[in-house]
DNA sequence: TGTTAGCACTTGAAGGTTATGAGTGCTAAA
DNA sequence: TTTAGCACTCATAACCTTCAAGTGCTAACA
């Protein structure tokens, strides 16, 4: 356990050397903290929270920087004296969600965008899931020239088109044969259901009508796939630049392979304590190597029964972690809220 | 007008500076040219050569390497020497362009990707684009759930689709009744007209129709202005980091913006000389200062009566001209056929 | 006249030295 | 428990030295 002073010295450490990325000295400490105590006393003070692994030293004399356990502590213990969201930030939150939206995704790319920018940091957003999303409609529409538009709906409201050729000798009534059909056996179904039976028992059923099915079942798969993926935007890649250290372009190629990899980045969000508002990975906590140096915080937001989905702050360890995890969590709520205003009107 | 053994010595310093990245001195031409004279002898045609601004020094005392109008000049009088596409290089190019594709899109986007993967540098490849695109359908799709699909097709065979949202109270005739409008008055129109009037004498009329016109009016403009926009692709944004100077985060920043501005882009890939397949822009020949030390190829490729579009190259100033010209020459006769094979389905 | 050997000279890169400043740990006294 | 004082450490920057690569020039040569 800590004493007070301890306590103060620790955040004094992690809040300067977080906005100046310099060690902090003793001196330094006794100017921040008005406290009537000499350096030496600070320096004592030090030596005992290194003890602890609480701070380190980049070389034998220079100041304290804060260890992964050191933020660690900070973000458990002592944040909370730091955290406050300034009315010019909440503004910007208020306003970069206030246009209209057609569709969900756009929220959420816009979203990932904005965090960014307001945090500086690379943001991620992925759209809200529920566990167990139907196909709800299906339409053929002929566009003339051999090209066919389909079009399935989602019962979580998600539209998904995509065109496809046909031979020219491929009649109306053969596509409506074909509309029956999926009406028929695949409407009402999950969509991981619709993408199990499009690799075995449809294939033979659509050839009934089709002499050459490839180019409508690959159609078909490619834009299921488009819906049954829990989509995700990534804001601010380049903003890697600014915190990373750019010695070798591969590392940079390798996070920004690793960023757009939705199921990788999906299992990292998850967050390890679920009864906070904002979940902080620091480091060594984040499941992958590449990310060592970095911090991953995320925030799940939900929205009833059209799911949940989460957006993440992507930053190095050595970020602003009151600010972030405040904004994290003020965005938060004005995403939840801009979506449950959003699907309210569908759901009438 | 340059000796022979001049143009040689030329030759040898762009291929061994290209490729080597170092300063090219007097005794290492000489083992390179298998020719019998003296590393003197070379020297003073080397200083004929800075003379006649073609090569320089990076210091007093280093090695010679190509100046921009060294380049030029190989370009120009030198580099058929050495063009040759490997046998390995065209399969490659072949394999590519092989798969079959659902859009026009898709052969673009995929050959920016191939074209930078080949090529190790940054690539670039627009749209065909013929002049006069006009609007040759549309329709309206309703979803339920107060959700409409918009569909609008080109006579170029684009398809752009766009949900949005209508008022509950919204009947199918109002949507046929808009339907029948924009057939009567805008299908057969080119895209450029339709987006003027869209501002312009058809919100009035849709008003008839529609309590609030809004939503529909934005969902059509946003759909016209992705099919009327000649779309580009660029793939390897991040071969950058390996051909750029990355001292400071912003220009790199920077030249990102400047690659995602279609306008910007298309402008400066413009031929300077269209007499030549593959137009070669050095250095400051680049409409923009961002690119003043790299190069950029472009080829026009054409296809008939659905216009003609741009494929080119993004790398270093010292890049591997031969090889670099070689490829994008060849690339852009197999996407030539590829598209034209294409668009042989939907023409007959 | 073109070519060559020879030589003095220049330069960047790499390695070594030194001074400086920020910071530490420890000791002994308050 | 706190503090002043002091010896010590280390990174950084400035400066010097050495080295290799390369140049330009001159004078001799074919």
Chains 1, 2 share one sequence.
Do not use: C
């Not at 000499?38 to 804060?66: D, V, Y």
């Not at 796939?225 to 590392?251: E, H, K, M, Y």
Request: hydrophobic share 40%; net charge negative; aromatic share 6%.
């Amino acid at each position: 356990m800590l004493t007070d002073r301890q306590k103060l010295i620790l955040q004094a450490i992690v809040l300067a050397y977080t906005e100046t990325g310099h060690a902090v000295g003793s001196k330094k400490l006794v100017e921040m903290l008005k406290i009537t105590v000499s350096s030496a006393t600070i320096r004592n003070e030090m030596a005992t929270l290194e003890e602890f692994g609480l701070i380190q030293k980049e070389h034998t004399s220079s100041g304290r920087i804060p260890s992964l356990a050191g933020y660690r502590y900070y973000v458990d213990h002592l944040k909370h004296r730091d955290i406050l969201v300034g009315k010019n930030d909440m503004s910007l939150i208020r306003q970069s969600l206030d246009g209209s939206y057609a569709k969900v995704d756009e929220i959420i790319a816009s979203s990932a965008n904005m965090l960014s920018q307001l945090t500086s940091y690379t943001a991620l957003a992925i759209k809200p899931e529920s566990g167990d999303v139907k196909l709800s409609g299906f339409r053929l529409v002929p566009l003339g020239n051999h090209q066919v538009l389909a079009i399935l709906v989602t019962d979580s409201g998600e539209v998904e088109s995509q065109q496809f050729a046909i031979n020219k000798d491929v009649s109306g009534d053969q596509l409506e044969a074909i509309v029956r059909l999926v009406n028929e056996q695949l409407v009402g179904q999950s969509l991981r259901i619709v993408l199990q039976r499009l690799l075995t028992d449809i294939p033979t059923q659509i050839a009934q009508y089709l002499s050459t099915p490839d180019g409508f079942l690959q159609t078909f798969g490619q834009a299921l796939d488009r819906a049954a993926s829990d989509q995700f935007f990534v804001g601010g890649r380049l903003n890697l630049l600014d915190f990373s250290s750019i010695d070798n372009p591969t590392t940079l190629k390798d996070l920004y392979q690793l960023l757009s990899n939705k199921t990788d980045m999906h299992d990292m969000m998850i967050p390890s304590q679920d009864n906070t508002e904002v979940s902080v990975k620091i480091g060594d906590e984040i499941a992958n190597d590449l990310l060592k140096d970095y911090s991953l915080l995320t925030a799940t937001y939900d929205v009833g029964n059209h799911g949940r989905g989460m957006i993440a702050i992507l930053g190095p360890t050595r970020m602003s972690y009151s600010r972030t995890i405040g904004l994290l969590g003020a965005f938060r709520q004005e995403l939840t809220n801009k979506l449950i205003n959003y699907y309210q009107f569908y759901d009438e």
